[in-house]
């Protein structure tokens, strides 16, 4: 009787190590789709507001106001 409980046990382990495995597997499969697919369905489902739009023509001009003011000077200091 002694002799079978060491190796049952070491079969055991090794089926647990494997179940364990294919589990990690699919956790990490379920974990990348929620963090993909949890905000749009949160949206959707209205637990969180859409996030608002932000405004990009101040910044826009003024890219284009500093850029432009830039190339004058670096221009009229050359020549």
Known sequence: MRV??????VAVKRQMRDQMGRIGGAA???GSIVVSYGPMAAEALGLVEAPKQKRRAPAFAAGAVTGG???YVLLRQRG
């Open 4 to 9: 079978g409980v060491p190796t049952a046990k």
């Open 69 to 71: 003011v830039a190339s």
């Open 28 to 30: 990490r499969t379920a």
